[in-house]
């Protein structure tokens, strides 16, 4: 079975700084997606960005981008410029082809909080 | 389209009541799935549907029934509702149970059970 683990249930951040949450995960699978979803206070899950196992090319979008090493089963999301709006918690998620279809296993995630 | 959409927003139930968490899509997906969310454990699947007529089980589906007789409806049964099943509850749907790589989730229902 595959898992997910956040290891910063808590994180802060100046506004207009960068911050970078961590993710590991185990899996033996080769063939996968990870995601990073953000859920602010509205509770709305909100897909950031996603990473195919096979890209060796980090994902970015915009001011978020991830660092990918697959070898160490590592994927952890980098928000640069925050801005107040970032406020919310960030879940990353798995999803195995081989196994798992469509079923995603989530970390216990990182509540981010950027201060004015 | 209005996507995922989840009914009620807001729940309480006493031990032992039953209830039906609704949820529909608009977007022909085929796969659906429910999701618990407790804090400090990120969201866990309860059960998902690869299409009409086909449930399966998730990571914990005990107390809960599903069924899927239309591509658009998934409803989540609580058959006696437990103070353990106290939660925010997400349905969530992709276009294909297999290679989907997106899912669109709904906005959730907080259900507390006293």
């Known amino acids: 079975a595959q898992t997910v683990t956040q290891s910063q249930p808590e994180m802060s951040v100046q506004e207009a700084e960068t911050v970078t949450l961590s993710c590991t995960y185990d899996?033996?699978?080769?063939?996968?997606?990870l995601f990073w979803y953000k859920q602010p206070p509205s509770r709305q899950m909100i897909l950031v960005i996603r990473?195919?196992?096979?890209?060796?090319q980090n994902a970015t979008e915009n001011r978020f981008s991830v660092n990918f090493q697959k070898a160490a089963k590592s994927f952890s999301l980098k928000i640069s410029d925050s801005q107040l709006g970032d406020t919310a918690m960030y879940f990353c998620?798995?999803?195995?082809?081989?196994?798992?279809?469509?079923?995603?296993?989530f970390g216990e995630g990182t509540q981010l909080t950027v201060n004015p | 389209n209005a996507g995922v959409t989840q009914t009620p927003k807001f729940q309480v139930l006493k031990t032992g009541q039953s209830m039906t968490l609704q949820c529909a899509q608009d977007?022909?997906?085929?796969?659906m799935s429910w999701y618990r969310q407790d804090p400090g454990m990120g969201l866990r699947l309860i059960h998902y549907s690869v299409g009409a007529g086909i449930t399966d089980q998730g990571e914990v589906p005990n107390g809960y029934n599903v069924s899927r007789s239309t591509t658009e409806d998934f409803p989540l049964r609580l058959l006696s509702a437990a103070p353990s099943q106290t939660s925010v509850y997400f349905c969530a749907s992709s276009p294909q149970y297999y290679n989907s790589y997106e899912q669109y989730f709904g906005p959730g229902t907080r259900l507390t059970v006293t």
């Open positions: 990473q195919e196992a096979y890209k060796q």
């Open positions: 998620a798995f999803l195995g082809l081989e196994t798992s279809g469509s079923r995603l296993t």
């Open positions: 899996t033996s699978e080769n063939n996968y997606y």
């Open positions: 977007m022909n997906h085929e796969y």
